[in-house]
């Protein structure tokens, strides 16, 4: 009912816009030096004007009288990151000593000046430079309250680290705002006691919010629309997952996370981290669509999927595979493929994931270099067949392969017994050269493959900054754990 | 009748029954003709046969279409579902020079998308191994960069074409045309004095001096 009742008012804006395309009249023209763009109506003159820097766009209305009203009554896409004063600017450049402060404060004082002049609605709000001094809070206070009266739909705000408590300050009725589809908070201080109305919002992103388990609980159960969540905090010690509308949930670096429990989340899609089970528990009930996981460590705390159940402890490796996830289809792990216990966890964890088709490998290596001990050396002749492998898995790419005993025996194990594989890319980080690839290669018995379509890529692994390296936060990305590749 | 043959009787009999439960059972493809049950199960029983739809262009001409690719357009997809499309679908605000355009363009995307993701990632990930001495690569889909590229190409028309793109874009809401020629067009603004503007599109300045002098005093900021 609600689709449609969506449907229905999307047919009406696009209607109105073309009725007023269709008045604007391009008729009667004539080639030559024409001037074509003005006679765009200002709802497509706005959609332009919205993929301009907002400094850019508010100067397109001095191009002509047509022009002059267009920015200031387009829906209002506002980031500070181009606002800034080329005279302020030259003045630092040129040696001139003139405080810091002076150019904040000018940024400070054109945003007031824009959410006050402008007509329109405002569809982003940006703030990613500007700082609130002390005593310019009750400022900032009004600028939120115009987001709220002109329906803002996006808003991102970035404090630095070394704000005071007081500093990260944001006030309570940014969560009332109803309008609201994407939120971003880094190191702003969620209000515990706010009234969540966030009905609408679609994409939430919180990184240092000191939000606590309550306040996440509160936002799980307000946010009703909820699809993308991303959360990055220290403060949390449990994530208890129930949401019919999530199909997104990232956890990174939540170093105080003992439990990441997926109770109910019919919808739930990607699950992503950077080191998920490492030090919390994961948990999952139901995840009916889950399809992509990762980045798994296998160095596993504890994993629950369904009624199976992965432990490492020092003495034994507790597997009991009662229930199997057809969903996964894309798994992302980090192992270290000359240590038995990490090998078999990762065998275990296949056998989970009987439908899987892509599979990412990143091998991580003992700190003291020793070589892998005598359970690896073998293991992958000696184990029974593997659904996954023998049947679905198409695409696998290994990272950071240093030609180790236990990276050799697997990837000699995927191409001899993976019947549909098409692709299995090698990232090398230190040995690369074309000596050393074509030993590989031969080390590898590619001629035995049991898939024809078989192909193996060497490529040199580009070394990125950890938070690039991070699985995407998106829906539209076919693989989120395709980072830095073509 | 001996029981030998009555149970042969039978068994052909209810064959036939599982045979014909089994065809009823086949989902109903949706861009068959839905006044014709029995004919569109046959059909998506039987091949791949498209159904075409055509459009009428402002200045008459004709053009027939896949429904698939006339379904990019979300104007002409919701005439589809509420069943107005029977005798070809009138595009009054559309000439034909630029619903050729349209077309190939939503030809282009819909073929691109239809390759499988890892044929995809496959033929990616060969050609950028290419120099590194990667094994022989596979030349069938349509990688994302290619298809970047020939959006590039696509929308190197003069100005006239151009706007009557994002136009029929807007018209046809096809979001992904919108996107693309907007963008261009704001690739056209970007970093360039207002005068510069004026110049790339022949826009006629028709500020008084005083005039112009207020327009910069209000948003000063942004003339800084």
Redesign the interface.
């Known amino acids: 009912m609600e689709e449609k009742h969506a449907t229905k008012k999307s047919?009406t804006d696009?209607g109105s816009?073309?009725t007023a395309?269709?008045a604007s009249g391009?008729t009667g023209?004539r080639?030559g030096?024409?001037?074509?763009?003005?006679?765009?109506p200002d709802c497509?003159l706005g959609?332009?004007?919205s993929?301009?820097?907002t400094?850019?766009a508010?100067?397109?209305?001095?191009?002509?009288?047509r022009?002059?009203r267009v920015w200031n009554t387009s829906p209002l896409y506002l980031s500070d990151d181009c606002?800034w004063?080329?005279?302020i600017f030259a003045r630092r450049i040129f040696g001139r000593v003139t405080p810091w402060s002076r150019d904040k404060r000018w940024r400070f004082h054109?945003i007031s000046?824009?959410l006050g002049?402008h007509r329109g609605s405002v569809q982003r709000f940006s703030l990613i430079h500007t700082r609130f001094l002390d005593h310019d809070l009750s400022v900032a206070e009004g600028w939120f309250c115009i987001l709220a009266q002109k329906h803002v739909q996006e808003i991102e705000l970035r404090f630095p680290n070394d704000y005071s408590p007081a500093q990260r300050w944001i006030p309570a009725f940014l969560f009332a705002c109803e309008s609201l589809k994407k939120l971003s908070l880094h190191n702003c201080l969620f209000p515990a006691e706010a009234s969540l109305n966030l009905i609408n919002l679609l994409e939430l992103d919180l990184h240092e919010t000191e939000v606590k388990d309550k306040g996440l609980r509160k936002i799980l159960s307000c946010c009703t629309a909820l699809q993308l969540l991303s959360i990055e905090d220290r403060s949390l010690h449990r994530i208890h997952l129930r949401s019919r509308s999530l199909r997104v949930l990232r956890v990174i670096d939540c170093f105080d996370l003992k439990e990441l429990f997926i109770e109910d989340a019919p919808n739930l899609q990607r699950l992503l981290g950077s080191s998920l089970a490492r030090k919390e528990c994961v948990k999952i009930v139901s995840a009916p669509k889950l399809e992509m996981l990762g980045i798994l460590t296998m160095k596993i705390r504890r994993i629950e999927v369904g009624t199976s159940v992965f432990e490492t402890s020092k003495e034994r490796t507790d597997v009991s595979l009662s229930t199997l996830e057809h969903s996964v289809k894309i798994l992302s792990v980090v192992v270290n493929l000359g240590a038995h216990e990490e090998v078999k966890m990762l065998a275990y964890l296949l056998r989970c994931f009987p439908c899987l088709?892509?599979l990412h490998i990143q091998c991580s290596h003992n700190i003291d270099g020793n070589s892998a001990n005598n359970g690896v050396l073998d293991y992958w002749e000696q184990i029974d067949s593997i659904d996954c492998v023998d049947h679905h898995l198409?695409?696998v790419k290994i990272t950071m392969y240093d030609g180790l005993v236990g990276e050799l025996n697997l990837a000699k194990y995927l191409i001899a017994k993976a019947r549909v594989l098409?692709?299995l890319?090698i990232e090398c980080e230190s040995k690369?050269g074309?000596r050393w690839?074509?030993k590989q290669r031969s080390l590898l018995r590619?001629q035995d493959r049991a898939s024809l379509d078989a192909?193996?890529?060497?490529?040199?692994y580009k070394t990125l900054f950890w938070r690039d390296s991070l699985p995407k936060f998106d829906l539209s990305s076919?693989?989120p754990f395709?980072i830095g590749?073509? | 009748m001996n029981s030998l043959s009555l149970r042969i009787f039978l068994f052909f009999f209810v064959s036939s029954l599982s045979r014909v439960w089994s065809l009823q059972a086949t989902p109903r493809l949706r861009s068959i003709d839905r006044s014709d049950p029995i004919r569109s199960m046959a059909s998506a029983a039987a091949t791949t046969t498209k159904k075409m739809i055509t459009l009428k262009s402002s200045d008459g001409e004709e053009f027939e279409v896949e429904e698939a690719v006339a379904m990019e357009s979300q104007t002409i997809r919701h005439m589809i579902e509420d069943d107005c499309a029977e005798n070809g679908i009138p595009l009054p605000n559309v000439t034909s020079k630029i619903l050729s355009k349209v077309i190939e363009y939503c030809k282009k995307h819909v073929d691109a998308a239809a390759k499988p993701s890892d044929e995809a990632g496959a033929a990616a990930a060969a050609a950028a191994a290419a120099a590194a001495g990667g094994g022989g690569g596979k030349a069938s889909a349509v990688p994302e960069d290619d298809l970047k590229a020939w959006d590039a190409e696509f929308v190197k028309v003069d100005q006239t074409t151009l706007f009557d793109l994002i136009l029929a874009a807007n018209y046809l809401n096809i979001k992904g045309l919108l996107d693309l020629t907007c963008q261009t067009v704001a690739d056209m603004i970007k970093g360039k004095t207002p005068e510069e503007i004026r110049k790339t599109f022949n826009i006629k300045n028709d500020f008084t001096p005083e005039e112009e002098e207020e327009i910069r005093r209000e948003n000063q900021w942004a003339f800084e």
């Not at chain 1, 030096?33 to 765009?40: E, N, T």
């Not at chain 1, 508010?58 to 009288?65: C, D, N, Q, V």
């Open positions: 047919r696009h816009c073309v395309a269709a391009l023209r080639k030096h024409v001037d074509v763009i003005s006679g765009l497509l959609i332009i004007l993929l301009l820097p400094k850019e508010a100067r397109t209305s001095l191009l002509s009288s022009w002059r606002i004063s080329k005279k054109t000046h824009i002049s088709e892509k198409k695409i098409t692709t890319r690369f074309k690839t074509s590619f192909q193996i890529t060497f490529v040199k076919a693989d395709d590749t073509c």
